[in-house]
């Protein structure tokens, strides 16, 4: 019998991971925090992924049984409750993978986990929740996979299911990658409302993601991180190309009134400019405009 996976953030992302192991044979839990969404999952009890049935099982996560393989799925802005509410939970050895959007929760994971085994992970999937636990895999992606210290064996077989897996050698410059595409689209398409395709062909908006890109590039290189062949802003461009009809996380966030990632995106990069003593004022600029957001979301949800 395959070792259990309990999945901590059952979004989108964290349903689709969860059919994918079921699909390789494992048993998975997800991991629910509050008593609504586990009725909501019980009236169900499968995932519901291209009109087929996922057998999954689901529990609230101050349940008292062993935690031995942990996939973090939640958002980023959220990894430190969810993370606390199973903590007591977690065996020694516990294997844990991050699979999360920004940087800065992985190592704070880590950090909190001195004795497992952590894993990071990145992935291009496009997965939407047309109704609760029913999933629409709208756009077939890469998870890659790695640990930034040593190669897990137990990551290789997670390669054999329907999703496509590669192992990383260099899990933290893929983090990155992704890191300074978010910092160039995401805040830009939220403060301005817009799809992605909107950057590459409103001129003032180009300039500033111009702007941002040279200093995430700057950052970047103070942390010892060569980001791409060419300038950062040509492979910004051409992901706003190709994703020219999305909408970003971002936008989303922002036009749903949640809270966004900002803080593990243009945070975490204004973050490392000020320990390298860099100045980051398009950035900063962005991260202030967001942070604002934020306030006025959380105004109202009062
Ligand atoms: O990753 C993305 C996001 O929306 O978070 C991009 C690449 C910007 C695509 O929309």
């Not at 942990?70 to 959220?78: A, G």
């Not at 970003?248 to 922002?254: E, K, L």
């Amino acid at each position: 019998m395959k070792q259990r996976w309990h999945i901590l953030g059952a979004g989108s992302i964290g349903c689709l991971w969860a059919c994918n192991l079921v699909s390789m044979g494992y048993p998975v839990t997800l991991l629910l925090r509050n008593p609504e969404k586990l009725d909501i999952f019980n009236s169900t009890g499968a995932i519901t992924l291209a009109e087929k049935r996922y057998s999954v099982s689901a529990e609230l996560t101050d349940t008292s049984t062993d935690i031995d393989q942990l996939l973090i799925t939640t958002k980023s802005t959220d990894t430190a409750t969810a993370l606390q509410s199973i903590k007591k939970r977690l065996s020694k050895s516990v294997k844990v993978i991050v699979l999360q959007n920004g940087l800065g929760s992985q190592e704070w994971v880590k950090d909190q986990l001195p004795n497992a085994e952590v894993a990071w992970a990145s992935t291009t999937d496009g997965v939407w929740t047309k109704t609760p636990f029913n999933l629409v895999h709208a756009g077939q992606g890469i998870t890659r996979i790695g640990s930034p210290i040593t190669a897990y064996a137990w990551l290789a077989p997670l390669e054999n299911g329907f999703l496509k897996v590669e192992q990383d050698e260099d899990i933290a410059l893929t983090l990155w990658r992704k890191l300074a595409i978010n910092c160039a689209i995401n805040p830009l398409t939220a403060v301005y409302q817009c799809k992605n395709g909107e950057l590459i062909n409103n001129p003032d908006y180009l300039a500033t993601m111009a702007a941002v890109c040279k200093e995430v590039e700057l950052v970047a290189e103070s942390e010892g991180i060569e980001l791409f062949d060419g300038p950062l802003i040509e492979q910004a461009c051409h992901v706003a190309e190709l994703t020219a009809e999305n909408y970003s996380s971002m936008m989303q966030d922002i036009q749903h009134q949640r809270i966004t990632e900002i803080s593990h995106i243009t945070g975490y990069l204004c973050e490392r400019a000020k320990q390298n003593r860099l100045h980051t004022p398009t950035n900063d600029h962005y991260l202030r405009k967001i942070k604002k957001l934020h306030e006025s979301i959380k105004t109202s949800a009062h």
